[in-house]
């Protein structure tokens, strides 16, 4: 196959060297200790083979969190790069490397992660089920999704980054102008997670319309229920069509087609247009979780139910529904006829309605309650101003004829991170403070929380607010260097001190999972918070079948009015029956490690190599469909045993709110 | 116990910079012609509405919070259930409808108005200039003038300029801040818009569509002169700048970042890149970098391939100037 041993692996530059031997001296550490610890069997047999929702979830968040790290440092290497004019930091090759990684690893490897790593904890036990509708699937979901976002992270020490931007705008992305297979590990590292999250979407829209548990009309839905269906529905929508783009990339640079490319007769702007056409309802698919989960922190540290349920529901289906009719406005500037940029000018700005109306449901569900400044509600606060300026600048851009002097400045750099970091990481950051008694069986740190919220909320405006002001100033995105005449320095330097700032916050985040895990109280209830929804009315952590006996659901915000009522909370001893569980199946990390390995061949256009490792996707279907094992019976006096040891115990928090 | 108000202010920072835009001298809201002002006029429309929008929620906001917090006072009170109300549902839905409506109608008849000469200008006879996009410099060619330059572009003033844009390769974007808005150069393709400047002065134009390693210094300076000054310009040109050829143009396609050059002729005599079939530059080889090399395939319309089977591989030999085959025409 000719292989170029003396190319394989990236050289010349220190700061890679540095990250080769950071990564070779992990790796050997991590292998290291768990053979110490003598935890192989341990993990493969609890975590590696699972298929219990809460434990996928559980990985999938900690994938997102070391994701969130690693486009983290991105994020700062660009930050120091044009913290002053002509830096000398990075090349212009590694910057464009560096924020092209920054980009895909933020939305697809950092956010996507954590939001379905929580829909995964939390769905399940909001509806009242014992699993997912398909538990392997799920775990092949996840391992998929881990494989793409390995295989996408080595690109950096072996064999070279993407460099055509986290938009891989063709004919760039071509082989004509990109002849490295760097921009290979980006059409088929996302390829494989994407397929993992198509999966996800499948999965969780039968979870939801199948397994509600009695009672539970769609209606009676809690709000991050009804958001992560709807975001169900845009991802079965949308991902196909990066699956198809993805793999016409693939063709164009691996075997000469020419789909997107200059020569032959392709068509660049197909790529643009099918791009988007998925990249505009990917922004949905992460913002609406995220509007889920403040909806219900928001609720229940105001005490109150949700304002305006229905025109919540309706308002997140307005926002699904318009989502796929406004990808044109990320190119405005490509000469489309004016009525074409007229017509999704207005289907653009349309989507500021719904918007606006959750917006103000929000305030009005705060309004006449008791609003209890815990971290996870501070989240929720600071998103929404935050927020409104993200929003208001993008109606700006959603205006065709201003966009004209918006387009690629840093004006959009700045609304798209006022949109994103405020409407999806504040929410995970909510989310997380607010459900990780409930996966973890103890809280986070309030104090070290509260750090970690100013220090994120200041860095974070500190970052983003000045480039408004340099977007408008004639500043452009992606460009690795600026001239001290330009008068970028010091607005520049601003936004780099904010962005270490914002470093310290997730720095705080990191240090509080670990003093949290190591001290924190773990005699606390299993409902701290006095919540509304279903998975407080289980054990914290919640025990693997979640539910010995299925509660059944009257109203909405079940638990509160369970708890009201005094309706349902108890358990009988007769009414214990014993429950059906998925067994553990090794078949979805085989399936997602042969999936890896013909992935890294074909992006290194070893192509018969790819083709056997190929085979191997196939026969793990093969195994898969002649698999009979249907699960497991749990025994009645498992079932009491675990039952007792939290509801026996008077727990009580002390001190969750300092 | 936290003022959660800390943060209105924090956020309220952005309206009151915004306002005071105009003094930061911000290119955007400094238009030096018709079409950027046009373009500003509708920014500040939409400004005065964003402005309302965010006093009225961060006021609303703030006002909540700050009364409905929790104290030691207050521990008895048990919020009331309320389901919502469909009248204040329906006014906070119809009035971000007609906001909408009050920036559609404006932003509409902005777009239309942008595909035209500028208005006063109709009776003045455009100039064309085709601006053609390489990696990772500008070249601007006069037909009627006959002229071409890189890297800078002069033009009357207070003249409406009729931009041809396409581009040799990568996808690009025109952009001269100080004159319109932007629009993209793409290859096989033909955008068009109209820029003037209102009197003489030098402006700073970019790139703003990433497009690989050079594209930080894909800048250009638009020097607009009065109409005598340019055609004693024009005519200097014609006179004592170089002659292009289609070899030395193939060589100025090449991956490079360049300074200013100036001939006096046009590189539209042999290829005009907006055309559909128009022939095609690339070279893959000169675009190695440390990664890892993948296959280079062949285009049979690319008029810089080599006749060296099996050679292209090799970095060192990548000399290809003069080697462009002329005898593929025929297909075109």
Redesign the interface.
Known sequence: MGIKWDKFFITGDPLILGSQIAILLTMIGIVALVTYLKKWKWLWREWFTTVDHKRIGIMYILMGVLMFFRGGVDGLLMKAQTATADGKLLDAQHYNEVFTTHGVIMILFMAMPLLIGIMNVIIPLQIGARDVAFPQLNALSFWLTFSGAMLFNISFVIGGSPDAGWTAYFPLAGKEFTPGIGNNFYAVAIQIAGIGTLMTGINFIVTVLKMRVKGMTLMKMPMFTWTSFITSIIIVASFPILTVALALMTFDRIFGTHFFTLGGGGLDMMWVNLFWLWGHPEVYIVVLPAFGMFSEVISTFSRKMLFGYKSMVFSIVGIAFLSMLVWVHHFFTMGAGPAVNSIFSITTMMIAIPTGVKIFNWLFTMRKGRIQFTTAMLWALAFVPCFIIGGTTGVMLAMGAADYQYHNSLFLVAHFHYVLIPGVVFAVFAGLYYWWPKMFGHMLNEKLGKLHFWFFVIGFNMTFLPMFFLGLDGAVRRSYTYSAETGFGPLMLVSAIGAGILAIGFGFLCYNIYWSARYADRNISSDPWDARTLEWATASPAPFYNFAKLPEVKSLDAFWYMKKNNDGLELRENEIKEIHMPSNSGLPIIMAIVFGIAGFFLIFEWKIAALVAALGIIAGLIVRSFDYNDGFHVPVDEIKATEKAWRKVDKEVKDHVS | ??K?NY??P??A??PV??LS?CD?N????DPQGPV?R???D??NW??VF?LL??VV??G??GY??WK???TSK?KD?????????TK??II??F???L??IA??IP??K??????KVPEGYENKKPITINVTSA?WKWIFSYPEQGIETVNYVNIPADTPINFK?TSA???Q?F?V?AL?????T????E??MYLVADHPGEY?G???????????GMEFTVEAKSPQAFAKWVKDVKSKAPKLTEKSYINLLKPSNLGRETFSNTHLAWVNHADMNAK?Y?F??L???????????K????HTNEKTEGKSMDMNNMDMSGKSNGGEHSGH
């Open positions: 116990m936290f959660k943060l209105v924090l956020a920072i952005l910079l915004l835009g930061m911000m290119v955007v809201f950027a046009e373009i500003l509708l920014i939409s400004l964003m929008v965010v929620v961060f609303l906001f909540i919070v409905y917090r929790a207050n009170y048990e919020p009331p259930e309320e389901h919502g109300s204040l549902e906070w839905t009035i971000p409808i906001i909408v920036l559609t932003t509409i902005t777009i239309y108005k942008l595909e990696d844009l390769g990568t996808m974007s952009w801040p319109g808005g932007q629009k993209y793409m290859a096989k393709m955008t068009q700073i970019r790139n703003t569509n990433f497009n690989g390693k050079g594209y930080a095609i690339t893959p080889e675009y190695r970098n440390h990664d890892y090399p993948g296959q280079i395939f285009d049979p319309d690319n």
